[in-house]
Every structure is written in structure tokens, then in C-alpha cells.
């Protein structure tokens, strides 16, 4: 068992944390191990600013959705190839092996561009129809304030009875 850190080591560590490196690298800098740092800051209310991690970890999730992107669209340009081929064979063999690649390219581009789904244009449209709302409750509002009631403007009504298609 590690003898116990002293109160130096203990002050080296908060120091390091404060001055923004992260836990392992205050590990590295200090030679404490990575969950005693956790444990000392932690017992400080020292807490490690994890914006840098979840900026690169953004970027990877981005790097790695354009990756499938490329791959699915490199996948139907093989399928392509794979169908001139078919379509060009007499050989009743080389028929059904292109066909079965066809087949297996294209699952393979329908299960990669599934990993992200489809874009979330009902996200788009409920917001511009929310501001639309907004913006008709706010003049609605307006209207109120601006024309005493004897003298708004009149509100249209459908027609009414049997004249109607």
C-alpha cells in the first residue's frame, strides 16, 4: 500500500487542477494516481472544466457521421458498377453472384445511413410554426391595445347555410 500523500502532494494537486489541466495530466505532473486527484479535488470542490472533452468529443461524433457519408455514397457507386456489370453478363453464374452483390452493397448502404437516421425536419417546421404563432399572438396583442373595442377592425366569418360547397 502507497504511503499517504502529504499535505505538499495534496497542494501540488489542487494547484495543477485549478491552474485547468485535466485529471490525467495533473496524474502525470504530480505522480498521484488519477482517482486520488479525483478524491482531493473532489473533497476541495476543485472541478475539472470538461468543455475541451466535449468539444473534441463533438468533433469526433461529426468526423465519424461524415465518414459513414462517404462510405454509404461509396457503396452505392459500387452498387452501380455491380448492376452495369450484371446487366452485362450471359453467364448464368456471374449473373447471380453480381446479383447477390448488389443485394449485399446495398443492405450494407441502408444499414450505414440508418446509424443517423433520417434528418429531423419536424424539428424545422413545429419551430417556423411556433415563431408563426408567436408572431400572430403578438399582434393579436397589439390589435387589442390599438383599437378599443367599438372600433376593431371586423373579423371575417365563413359564409353560413346552404350555399356553401
Given at each position: 500500500m502507497p504511503a499517504p500523500l502529504t499535505p505538499e502532494q495534496r497542494e501540488a494537486v489542487l494547484a495543477a487542477?485549478?491552474?485547468g489541466a485535466?485529471?490525467?495530466e495533473v496524474a502525470r505532473q504530480t505522480g498521484v494516481s488519477p482517482a486520488s486527484v479525483t478524491r482531493i479535488c473532489t473533497a476541495a470542490g476543485v472541478s475539472f472544466d470538461r468543455t475541451a472533452t466535449a468539444i473534441a468529443v463533438e468533433a469526433r461524433v461529426i468526423d465519424q457521421k461524415a465518414a459513414r457519408v462517404n462510405l454509404a455514397g461509396n457503396l452505392l457507386d459500387d452498387?452501380?458498377?455491380?448492376r452495369v456489370r450484371l446487366h452485362r453478363t450471359s453467364e448464368p453464374r456471374d449473373f447471380?453472384?453480381?446479383a447477390r452483390s448488389v443485394a449485399v452493397?446495398?443492405?450494407a448502404h441502408?444499414?450505414?445511413i440508418s446509424v443517423d437516421g433520417p434528418p429531423d425536419e419536424s424539428a424545422e417546421v413545429g419551430s417556423m410554426l411556433g415563431n408563426?404563432?408567436?408572431m400572430l399572438q403578438a399582434q393579436h396583442g397589439a390589435d387589442q391595445e390599438q383599437y378599443p373595442e367599438a372600433t376593431r377592425p371586423p373579423v371575417l366569418e365563413p359564409p353560413q347555410?346552404?350555399?356553401q360547397p
Open positions: 487542477a485549478r491552474s485535466s485529471r490525467n452498387v452501380a458498377e455491380a447471380f453472384d453480381l452493397l446495398t443492405n441502408v444499414r450505414i408563426l404563432f408567436k347555410g346552404d350555399d
